[in-house]
C-alpha cells in the first residue's frame, strides 16, 4: 500500500480504530469536525468518542459528496477538521477541501474505507490529507483490518504508539471465530438459511440492528460523552459490526489479509466491470464515470420494495446509511447540515447495489419493474 500511495502506511485492526487515532492525533478535544450525515453510524460513535462535535456537511444529491460550495463561512470559522467519507468509492472533492483546509489551517481527514481502488483530480483517494485510513474488510474482503496512511512519515512511531496503546491482546477464540467465519457463512448460505440465521440471532437478542440504523440509546450516550475522549464508555456503539475492532491480530489473520490483500488488482478490476454494467442501466445518477466503486449508489422510487425483491433473490443489501446522521441523533449530538434537503434525498434514494452481482442485481431489478427515483423535488 506504500506503493499504491507514495505514503508511509501503518496497519491498524480496523478502519474505525484508525480513525480514531488520526481523530486523537490531529483534533483537539473539544474540536468541531465536517462530516457527512449519509455515512455509517458507527463513525459517528468513533468522532464523538475521540471528544468532537459531529458538524453535519451539505451535499451533493447525486453521489453523497460533500458541497463545498454550500458549506456557509460561519460553518468553515469554527472547524478543527474536516473528515471525508468517499461514500461506496465516490470521491469527496478533495482537491478543493484540501485546499480549504489549508487556507483554514486545519487537517483534512480521509476516509477511504469504501475508495481503496479510487481517484480524484488524477490522484489516489487517501492522498490528499494529512492523514487517510482505509478498510480491509471492503474491497479486499478480509473482515478485519485496515491502514492508516500519513502524508508526514516521521510520525510513524508516534502513531504506532497510540495504536498500540489501544489494542486488546489477541484471543485464541477470536481468532478461531474470525478462520472459521467464511466458511460458516458460505455454509449458510448454501443452505438458504440466511433468514432463519437472522431469525436466530434476533431471538437470542444478538442482533445489533434491527432497522438501518442501530439504536441510539440517548440517554447512556449522554454518559458516554462525559467520558470522552475514550474509546471505552463508547465500546458498545463503535464495536457494532466488527467486535474484534481492537484486537491485537493473530498470525493466521494477518496471513489471511496479506494473501487477499495481494488480489486487490484482481478484485479491483472485477468491480470496474460491475460497476460499468450497473452506471450504463437506467437507475444509474447520469454521467457518473466508471471506478472501482464498493457499491453503486442506483437511484431508485422505492428503495425498500428494492431491497425485498433482492432479498427474494438472495442478495443481501448493506451499507444502507438511512436517515442521514442529522436525523438519527439530533442536536444534542451534531450540528444539523444547514441543508438537509439532498442528503435526505439520497439516503431514501439510493440502493448500494455490490458491483460483483451486477448482473443478477439488474435482473431482478427489471423483473420486478423497480422504477428510477423520481427527479429532486417530484
Ligand atoms: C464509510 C465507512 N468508514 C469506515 C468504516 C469502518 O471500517 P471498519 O469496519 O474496517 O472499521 C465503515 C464500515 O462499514 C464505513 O462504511
Do not use: Q
Not at 6 to 18: F, I, M, T, W
Not at 19 to 30: M, T
Not at 47 to 64: C, K
Amino acid at each position: 500500500m506504500r506503493g499504491r500511495l507514495g505514503r508511509e502506511c501503518l496497519y491498524v485492526p480496523s478502519c474505525r480504530l484508525g480513525l480514531y487515532v488520526a481523530l486523537r492525533h490531529w483534533c483537539p478535544p473539544g474540536g468541531r469536525v465536517l462530516m457527512s450525515p449519509v455515512n455509517d453510524d458507527v463513525i459517528l460513535f468513533v468522532v464523538l468518542a475521540a471528544g468532537l462535535r459531529p458538524v453535519m456537511a451539505p451535499l451533493d444529491p447525486l453521489d453523497a459528496s460533500i458541497d463545498v460550495a454550500a458549506v456557509p463561512e460561519s460553518v468553515w470559522s469554527g472547524l478543527s477538521a474536516v473528515l471525508t467519507t468517499n461514500l461506496y468509492g465516490n470521491p469527496d472533492p478533495a482537491p478543493e477541501l484540501a485546499a480549504r483546509c489549508r487556507a483554514s489551517g486545519i487537517p483534512l481527514l480521509e476516509d477511504a474505507a469504501h475508495a481503496i481502488g479510487s481517484t480524484v483530480g488524477g490522484r489516489p483517494v487517501g492522498t490528499y490529507g494529512d492523514a487517510a485510513v482505509f478498510s480491509l474488510s471492503k474491497h479486499t474482503g478480509a473482515g478485519t483490518g485496515g491502514f492508516l496512511a500519513v502524508r508526514d512519515a516521521g510520525l510513524r512511531t508516534e502513531l504506532a504508539g497510540a495504536r498500540d496503546a489501544l489494542l486488546h491482546p489477541v484471543r485464541a477464540g477470536a481468532e478461531l471465530a474470525h478462520a472459521v467465519r467464511p466458511y460458516a457463512e458460505a455454509a449458510v448460505r448454501g443452505l438458504r438459511l440466511v433468514r432463519a440465521a437472522r431469525a436466530g440471532l434476533r431471538l437470542l437478542g444478538k442482533e445489533e440492528r434491527a432497522g438501518i440504523r442501530m439504536p441510539l440509546r440517548p440517554g447512556e450516550l449522554r454518559t458516554a460523552l462525559a467520558g470522552a475522549p475514550g474509546l471505552d464508555p463508547f465500546h458498545s456503539w463503535v464495536r457494532v459490526d466488527l467486535h474484534d475492532y481492537r484486537l491485537t491480530p493473530g498470525r493466521a489473520r494477518l496471513r489471511r489479509t496479506r494473501r487477499l490483500l495481494g488480489r486487490l488488482g484482481a478484485t479491483l478490476a472485477a468491480h470496474r466491470t460491475g460497476t460499468e454494467k450497473l452506471l450504463a442501466s437506467r437507475w444509474a445518477a447520469p454521467g457518473a464515470p466508471v471506478r472501482p466503486l464498493f457499491r453503486v449508489p442506483l437511484l431508485v422510487a422505492d428503495r425498500d420494495a428494492a431491497v425485498a425483491a433482492l432479498a427474494r433473490a438472495r442478495v443481501t443489501t448493506g451499507y444502507l446509511y438511512d436517515p442521514p446522521l442529522d436525523d438519527y441523533a439530533g442536536e444534542p449530538f451534531v450540528d444539523p447540515s444547514p441543508a438537509p434537503g439532498p442528503a435526505r434525498w439520497f439516503a431514501r434514494h439510493a440502493l448500494p447495489a455490490d458491483p460483483l452481482r451486477a448482473d443478477l442485481v439488474l435482473e431482478v431489478l427489471r423483473a420486478s419493474g423497480t422504477r428510477p427515483a423520481p427527479p429532486r423535488g417530484g
